[in-house]
């Protein structure tokens, strides 16, 4: 069954984020139309977003205009279980959207409001471009090479952030109202949500007063990036960190033999990385990426979109699948986003929707929409962790289970700072911390106990680790039929890499996704920030949509989820180019691909730059009275896109002019009053004391710990942050009454490992 069958989505406006996260609605069954505002304009996208987002399919009449308008949209909303609606913060026309009004004239229904920087707050009405929303998050500062500007991603992160929480948020007020009838109202603003992707950097400012900038992909970590080969680049890591010593002797060189440990390859980076490039040079990636992955370690390469649309894994799955363009030509995109043993995607041969059961509203409730739910966490380092706190959040028992004798690497790397690192803090809040070894009979049938009386189970190891330890699908499901297991690998549980290891930057490499983004065609690619966290929010999505299909009267089940696959959804509309036309999409820098000026310009000061992006002749005009004056704005030879365009330098020449002379801030402002889509580059400085995120009352306290704030905001109550990140073991005590058990044994002095052993 679908889990969304019989759910009816309205959507209205056309932000790529509302479509984005319709499209995953309608693949997972709901019945999904849209409407245009009463003020809408013709939507400027490309074709092959078209094809992608499905932004113009389905669309239904509606007139505006007409003198019973009010009563008519109470109507479409009383057929309506969720409504999207993207419509500007400051929307007045004939049918608002208050939240107080819509929970008392339609108390089912579930309102997800998608703006750029949320619905109250001194930006509110601010105009944003995607490059503004990159800027403006956080991430921008961290992308590109630190000598030059701060470079945006070509994928649309901020976009594409938010559809996946919007559709989070909506799986959530759905869940909720199975147990009370009551919908909710949604307030999510597409920078907060993007800026779950900056959060480790966030949290670390906010405890130490770090302030990350870009650094050419120069990973803390070492190795960890991508380096030159033969035929291109490979993405070569030292990780998983225990199998680096297995992949030494591939060098041919016994000096590197005495750089076993990751603590020694970063404090002699240049020295190290100088012994690796003979070998890399003579050997082409696809070659190296295999050398590596039988080593154990998690390597890759540098992908284009036509190379991940013909890699192995991808064709063995089947992943990629045929479409059309609006225009009529052919094109391939991805499948599936994840693949459940019970849920269906599209039309994967599935039974007819089942209406939604009807539950009596009874007043306002305000429990957690995840409350009652139990989760045991066996994931690591980034993606998963996210995933699951996400859950823990919002209400769900999010239970960590942590062996002390090696240590995620978020706990520090170190001992000595096992409770005491930022990263831990924000990526395991509100959860509970249990030690294990599951090696012992003892202990792994404690764990067993637990999975009894859980609902879900998210882990994120390669395929069969979970089997070996007793714990594989097959098995929890005998203990508990209910139960929902989310794996979470990096090439998903079959093909010929199922077994291959993966990190965030070596996905983001394979899948084709950080080939797009760079200064200039012939220049390096960049990756951007950060992967890691899309995938977990993914992994979120697959469990509510599976929990969601349960509460709904469907089985518990399993669902493999290929964090590649997950990378390759972010960037759907760029393989519809590639496949339809054959050729690699362009790079394109700052600028963008329809409109002119685009870019990243310096403003007074160090490392302090403003973007700003331009759609149309109006908003041209408007900037050049402002950088230049009359003899600008009337100056014939920029005064359409394609002049423009044309001239690009030379206009980016004379904003330069004009910014190099104002703090940035100040700049944006005035810019901004004008109606033009400006933003500063953000840093983590900038957030933390940011008016908008202040006046949103955005970051929270707990613990005596200032951490970042939620992706969205709910109505009937949300995201509680309950305590930081536990210390290791610190809910053993808690959990006695499954067993007499002596759970503190594992945290005895000496059988701490590190991350870097």
């Keep these: 069954m679908k889990s969304l069958g019989g759910i009816r989505v309205l959507r209205i406006g056309d932000s790529l984020g509302a479509a984005y996260c319709t499209k995953l609605l309608a693949g997972f069954g709901a019945e999904v139309r849209s409407v245009a505002p009463a003020d809408a304009a013709t939507p400027d996208y490309s074709a092959e977003e078209m094809a992608w987002y499905e932004v113009e399919r389905g669309r239904l009449p509606f007139d505006w205009s007409a003198a019973d308008a009010a009563q008519a949209w109470a109507r479409r909303l009383d057929e309506t279980d969720v409504l999207i609606d993207a419509r500007a913060a400051a929307y007045a026309g004939p049918c608002p959207s208050a939240a107080e009004a819509l929970a008392a004239s339609h108390p089912r229904l579930i309102v997800c409001r998608i703006t750029p920087f949320g619905l109250d707050g001194p930006y509110?009405?601010?105009?944003?471009?995607?490059?503004?929303?990159?800027?403006?998050?956080?991430?921008?500062?961290?992308?590109?090479?630190?000598?030059?500007?701060?470079?945006?991603?070509?994928?649309?992160?901020?976009?594409?952030?938010?559809?996946?929480?919007?559709?989070?948020?909506?799986?959530?007020?759905?869940?909720?109202?199975?147990?009370?009838?009551?919908?909710?109202?949604?307030?999510?603003?597409?920078?907060?949500?993007?800026?779950?992707?900056?959060?480790?950097?966030?949290?670390?400012?906010?405890?130490?007063?770090?302030?990350?900038?870009?650094?050419?992909?120069?990973?803390?970590?070492?190795?960890?990036?991508?380096?030159?080969?033969?035929?291109?680049?490979?993405?070569?890591?030292?990780?998983?960190?225990?199998?680096?010593?297995?992949?030494?002797?591939?060098?041919?060189?016994?000096?590197?033999?005495?750089?076993?440990?990751?603590?020694?390859?970063?404090?002699?980076?240049?020295?190290?990385?100088?012994?690796?490039?003979?070998?890399?040079?003579?050997?082409?990636?696809?070659?190296?990426?295999?050398?590596?992955q039988r080593c154990g370690l998690a390597w890759s390469y540098l992908a284009t979109m036509l190379d991940a649309l013909q890699?192995?894994?991808?064709?063995?799955?089947?992943?990629?699948?045929?479409?059309?363009?609006?225009?009529?030509?052919?094109?391939?995109?991805?499948?599936?986003?994840?693949?459940?043993?019970?849920?269906?995607?599209?039309?994967?041969?599935?039974?007819?929707?089942?209406a939604a059961a009807a539950a009596a509203a009874n007043g306002e409730r305000v429990d957690a929409p995840l409350a009652g739910l139990r989760v045991l966490d066996f994931t690591h380092d980034w993606a998963g962790p996210h995933a699951a706190r996400v859950l823990a959040d919002y209400g769900a028992e999010v239970i960590k289970v942590e062996y002390p004798k090696r240590l995620d690497g978020m706990r520090g790397g170190y001992p000595a700072k096992v409770n005491d690192f930022a990263r831990f803090w924000q990526l395991h809040r509100n959860k509970r911390s249990l030690t294990l070894d599951l090696e012992r009979p003892d202990h792994l049938a404690f764990c067993q106990r637990l999975a009894a009386d859980s609902d879900l189970v998210l882990e994120n190891s390669r395929p069969g680790v979970m089997d070996k330890l007793g714990l594989g699908y097959e098995a929890l499901r005998a203990i508990n039929?209910?139960?929902?297991?989310?794996?979470?690998?990096?090439?998903?549980?079959?093909?010929?890499?199922?077994?291959?290891?993966?990190?965030?930057?070596?996905?983001?490499?394979?899948?084709?996704?950080?080939?797009?983004?760079?200064?200039?065609?012939?220049?390096?690619?960049?990756?951007?920030?950060?992967?890691?966290?899309?995938?977990?929010?993914?992994?979120?999505?697959?469990?509510l949509t599976a929990l969601l299909h349960r509460a709904r009267g469907g089985s518990g089940q399993w669902i493999d989820l290929s964090e590649t696959e997950t990378c390759c959804w972010t960037v759907g509309e760029f393989f519809a180019q590639a496949s339809a036309s054959g050729r690699e999409p362009p790079v394109l820098g700052n600028r963008?691909?329809?409109?002119?000026?685009?870019?990243?310009?310096?403003?007074?000061?160090?490392?302090?730059?403003?973007?700003?992006?331009?759609?149309?002749?109006?908003?041209?005009?408007?900037?050049?009275?402002?950088?230049?004056?009359?003899?600008?704005?009337?100056?014939?030879?920029?005064?359409?896109?394609?002049?423009?365009?044309?001239?690009?330098?030379?206009?980016?020449?004379?904003?330069?002019?004009?910014?190099?002379?104002?703090?940035?801030?100040?700049?944006?402002?005035?810019?901004?009053?004008?109606?033009?889509?400006?933003?500063?580059?953000?840093?983590?400085?900038?957030?933390?004391?940011?008016?908008?995120?202040?006046?949103?009352?955005?970051?929270?306290?707990?613990?005596?710990?200032?951490?970042?704030?939620?992706?969205?905001?709910?109505?009937?109550?949300?995201?509680?942050?309950?305590?930081?990140?536990?210390?290791?073991?610190?809910?053993?005590?808690?959990?006695?009454?499954?067993?007499?058990?002596?759970?503190?044994?594992?945290?005895?002095?000496?059988?701490?490992?590190?991350?870097?052993?």
């Design 592 to 757: 963008h691909a329809r409109h002119a000026p685009q870019g990243c310009y310096p403003a007074a000061g160090s490392d302090r730059w403003l973007t700003l992006s331009i759609a149309d002749d109006a908003q041209w005009r408007r900037l050049a009275l402002i950088v230049g004056g009359p003899a600008l704005a009337e100056d014939p030879r920029y005064a359409s896109v394609a002049l423009r365009r044309a001239a690009h330098d030379e206009i980016d020449a004379r904003i330069t002019a004009w910014t190099r002379e104002h703090e940035a801030d100040e700049a944006m402002r005035r810019l901004q009053g004008a109606g033009i889509a400006a933003g500063l580059v953000c840093n983590a400085r900038d957030l933390a004391v940011d008016p908008q995120l202040a006046a949103r009352q955005w970051f929270q306290s707990v613990d005596g710990v200032r951490l970042p704030g939620f992706p969205f905001r709910m109505r009937r109550g949300g995201g509680v942050l309950r305590w930081r990140g536990p210390d290791l073991g610190r809910d053993n005590a808690y959990f006695a009454a499954y067993g007499d058990l002596a759970l503190g044994d594992a945290l005895a002095p000496g059988k701490l490992g590190t991350a870097f052993e």
């Design 311 to 354: 890699d192995p894994q991808n064709v063995a799955r089947q992943f990629f699948v045929d479409a059309t363009l609006p225009d009529g030509r052919a094109c391939r995109v991805p499948g599936a986003p994840f693949r459940g043993s019970a849920t269906r995607w599209r039309d994967d041969g599935d039974a007819a929707p089942r």
């Design 481 to 543: 039929p209910r139960i929902v297991m989310v794996s979470m690998s990096a090439f998903g549980a079959d093909g010929p890499y199922a077994r291959f290891a993966g990190y965030g930057g070596t996905i983001e490499a394979i899948s084709g996704l950080q080939a797009l983004t760079g200064y200039d065609a012939s220049g390096p690619a960049f990756r951007v920030r950060e992967m890691d966290v899309l995938n977990g929010i993914f992994g979120s999505c697959a469990a």
């Design 124 to 292: 509110r009405d601010h105009a944003a471009a995607d490059i503004t929303l990159y800027a403006m998050s956080g991430l921008m500062t961290s992308t590109g090479d630190g000598t030059r500007e701060p470079l945006n991603a070509q994928p649309k992160i901020a976009q594409v952030t938010a559809g996946l929480y919007a559709y989070i948020a909506s799986v959530m007020a759905l869940l909720r109202r199975e147990r009370d009838g009551l919908g909710d109202f949604i307030d999510l603003s597409i920078r907060e949500a993007a800026m779950e992707n900056y959060e480790n950097a966030i949290a670390e400012h906010l405890h130490a007063g770090n302030i990350p900038r870009r650094n050419g992909d120069e990973h803390n970590m070492v190795p960890w990036r991508t380096y030159r080969c033969a035929d291109g680049e490979a993405a070569i890591i030292g990780g998983p960190i225990r199998n680096w010593s297995k992949a030494a002797a591939l060098f041919g060189n016994a000096e590197i033999e005495r750089y076993a440990r990751m603590d020694q390859r970063i404090k002699e980076r240049k020295q190290f990385e100088a012994l690796l490039r003979p070998w890399l040079e003579a050997h082409d990636k696809r070659e190296i990426f295999l050398a590596g």
